[in-house]
């Protein structure tokens, strides 16, 4: 599995040497905020929200005294904007008053923050501290189901399966690599198996069908 693994990873990275999130952030917070917003939305429609809401409201303290009214006038084009908003307010008032307002560095930390799951915390470890976690999105569950990659019956077995398949000099921008290729090729309903570097190395009995 390690060797179909890495040969998987070489050929993504070969096509895209440095992936990273397309949320659009400067800073752990930014991301934090991002992310968060992200949920069963877009990120096209995320970047188009905080593109006007950090110039405004780029801190906890910032955020915090927009108040859920004053954010919700920013994200309101967002899915489950009322809930998001609530969860990011009380988010930021637990920054301040548990963090000097700075984001946390460890998983305990962070998933304690109204609206982080364990999938928001790993993309703030990987993608904001650097460390060598995989976030398992709606995109890297089908590509490792599909693909064959490591099958699994939820998120959670995906992410444990993967960690042990993924050798660590991959690690660290592996779910990156898959977050891209199920975003743009081996997409839900029309997969692009003919541009697919590692259309050889899937399992999918169905791609031929679907080039």
Known sequence: MKNRA??????LKAANPAPTTELDHQTPFQLLVAVMLSAQATDVSVNKAT???FPVASTPESLLNLGEAGLTS????????????????AACRLLLERHAG??????????ALPGVGRKTANVLLNTAFGE????VDTHIFRVANRTGLVPGKDVRAVEEKLTRATP??????????LILHGRYVCKARKPNCAACVIADLCAWTQKTLAS
């Open 132 to 135: 060598p976690v995989i976030a």
């Open 6 to 11: 890495a040969a998987i990873y070489e050929r």
């Open 51 to 53: 593109r006007a809401l």
């Open 74 to 89: 920013y994200i309101k084009s967002i899915g489950l904007y009322r809930a998001k908003a609530k969860n990011l307010i």
């Open 102 to 111: 700075e984001v946390p560095k460890t998983r305990a930390e962070l998933e």
């Open 168 to 177: 660590p000099a991959y690690r660290q921008n592996a779910h990156h690599w």
